[in-house]
């Protein structure tokens, strides 16, 4: 048995649209292990959606659609699963908590029974104990009240409860992944700390493992073990948080951690110049090229793929052979870059 949970392996997404096709995720491959929290993160459009709705075959079912590599999940393909297959799958053993609650909570049920007809679904169980684990779920995700709460409807919830329930529901069956993609994005920032520190709750008393996709790098400095960096379509380094944080490799991970507040850095902000590039129209080269204060001519015209650098499993894609002080030089070049400028 391979000692990962989930193995994700060269997965594309691209879709056939008027204008051509659009690489939105374009060989992507990253491993979970069992009670590991991995970050996803990236400028918004660079396909951490896609990727994490390709997992769970929400995307690739119509005809424009089209999915290539592998999802192993227990050693399975998960792209080669029946649709059926894949329902019970979802929810079950791995469930997905999105960014808006009321994408996955219906106005029209109170929330108990929205809750409840997970294990009634998947585990068979009857209406008495699956409202029990309904209650169950609310209690643990710290709703008050949790009976009656349970009564109630989507809207006599607040923003913050009603991911609240979201959480206790793709908790309900015990799942061994939970994908999580931006659940605190849509709240205000106290009930985003409530939610997070309820992510916190769970990475200490659940065996599942996290994928947590967020814009929040402070939340991935608290919570996470592992980050995955996408940059159009492309993991573009991959590693844990230290090596994230504290020797990063890619010049785009580095651009990215300028760019916003970090816990600890008291440097001025810099975000990254430029747009990424347009996913129909992709260059030949490296995707930051463009945007690169290193560029050199091998990165115009081929591109790196993720290799390992000097610490195990920390792995990045960038041609440059001497990546260690890259963090100090880059900060060095943007902010002459900025003086001229002014100049
Ligand atoms: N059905 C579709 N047809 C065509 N393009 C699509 C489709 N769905 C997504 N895309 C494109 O794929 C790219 C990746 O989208 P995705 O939603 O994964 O980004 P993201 O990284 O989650 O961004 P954000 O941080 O804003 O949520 C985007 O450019 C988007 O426009
Ligand atoms: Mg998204």
Redesign the pocket.
């Given at each position: 048995m391979s000692e990962y949970l989930m193995e994700v392996k060269n997965l594309a997404t691209h879709?056939r649209?008027q204008k051509g096709v659009?690489k939105?995720v374009d060989g992507v491959d990253f491993k979970v292990k069992k009670r590991e929290i991995l970050a996803i993160v990236?400028?918004?459009?660079?396909?951490?959606?896609?990727?994490s709705q390709s997992i769970m075959r929400l995307i690739g079912n119509k005809k424009n659609?089209e999915i290539s590599g592998e999802v192993l999940y227990h050693g399975e393909n998960l792209l080669n699963k029946s649709p059926h297959a894949m329902r019970n799958i979802r929810g079950k053993d791995i469930s997905m908590v999105f960014q808006d609650p009321m994408t996955s909570l219906n106005p029209a049920y109170n929330v108990g029974t929205q809750i409840a007809e997970m294990p009634a679904i998947h585990e068979k169980a009857d209406k008495k104990t699956a409202w029990r684990r309904a209650v169950e779920m609310l209690t643990k995700v710290g709703i008050p009240s949790p009976k009656d709460r349970a009564n109630q409807y989507p809207h006599q919830f607040s923003g913050g409860m009603r991911q609240r329930g979201v959480i206790a529901m793709s908790l309900a069956c015990d799942p061994d992944l939970i994908i999580a993609d931006?659940p605190t994005t849509a709240l205000d920032v106290t009930i985003q700390a409530q939610v997070l520190n309820l992510f916190r709750k769970l990475r200490d008393e659940t065996e599942a493992a996290i994928v947590l996709?967020t814009?929040d790098l402070g939340v991935v400095a608290e919570l996470c073990d592992k980050v995955a960096v996408?940059y159009a379509g492309k993991i573009v380094e991959q590693g844990t948080v230290e090596d994230i944080f504290d020797r990063p490799k890619h010049p785009y991970t580095i651009g990215l951690l300028n760019s916003v507040p970090v816990p600890g850095n008291r440097e001025r902000l810099q975000p990254i110049e430029g747009q990424p590039p347009n996913?129909h129209e992709l260059p030949e080269g490296c995707r930051f090229a463009e945007r690169c204060p290193f560029v050199m001519d091998q990165c115009l015209k081929q591109q790196p793929e993720l290799e390992p650098t000097d610490f195990e499993d920390h792995t990045a894609a960038c041609w440059i052979e001497d990546k260690g002080g890259l963090y100090e030089r880059y900060k060095g070049t943007r902010s002459s870059r900025r003086s001229e400028k002014v100049l």
């Open positions: 879709f649209t659009v939105a990236g400028e918004s459009g660079c396909g951490k959606s896609v990727t659609e931006e996709i814009h996408m996913l």
